[in-house]
Structure formats: C-alpha cells, structure tokens
C-alpha cells in the first residue's frame, strides 16, 4: 500500500511524504482519511504487525523539477529528505518512508515511536 501526502502551513507546501506500507496484515475497509495519520500511527491502528525497530536518516539534497514543482521553490533549491524504514519483529520490512521538505523556511516536526520494554 501506498500514502502520499503532502506537508502544508499556512496554505505553503513545505513538505511531501510518500510512505510505503507492506499490504500483508492490513486491515479491509480503511477510510480515505486516516492517510493523513503519521506512518507509525497509522501501522498501530490498521496493521497486524507493529514496527519494532527501524532506521531513519536525514540528509540534504537539491530539488529536481517534480519536488520543485510539487513544494513550489526552484529547481536546484535545498531540500531536507528524510528515509526510514521500519522492521517488524521477526526483521521484515514494514514501512519505508521517504519525506522531503523546504529548507528556506524554519520550520519544527516531531514525531513520537513507541518503544518496546
């Protein structure tokens, strides 16, 4: 299964998320809706597994022309990109995340992973 999402603040584009999901374990009958959930949060309401470890990296990059076009900056503008996969217990991928954002603008994002104990 795929999400694609796109990253607004005050009507300005300044991210796009396109998530990756293993369709094997998902729930039937997910609303529309519930794509604009986090990954992780979407995966602990509508899928068997639970993601138990991953990893996630952060690195720079130029825009090419679709992510341009898409978050409304130039061609060759600095981007933030985000990667992350996320593993279910027995080691399977279970989500891959690939997420870009405008480095103009300051900007804040959190998110929460719950950890096993």
Do not use: N, W
């Amino acid at each position: 299964m795929a999400i694609r999402r796109l990253v607004l603040a005050d009507e300005m584009p300044i991210g796009a998320i396109t998530s990756l999901i293993e369709g094997r374990g998902l729930a039937a009958d997910i609303p529309v809706s519930e794509g604009s959930l986090p990954p992780q949060e979407f995966l602990k309401l509508y899928h068997k597994s639970k993601p138990s470890e991953g990893t996630i990296r952060f690195f720079a990059a130029l825009a090419e022309a679709a992510v341009a076009k898409l978050l409304e900056i130039d061609l060759g503008d600095a981007i933030l990109c985000m990667e992350g996969i996320y593993y279910d217990s027995f080691q399977k991928p279970l989500l891959y995340t690939h997420e870009v954002y405008r480095s103009g603008q300051g900007f804040e994002f959190q998110t929460e992973f719950p950890h096993s104990r």
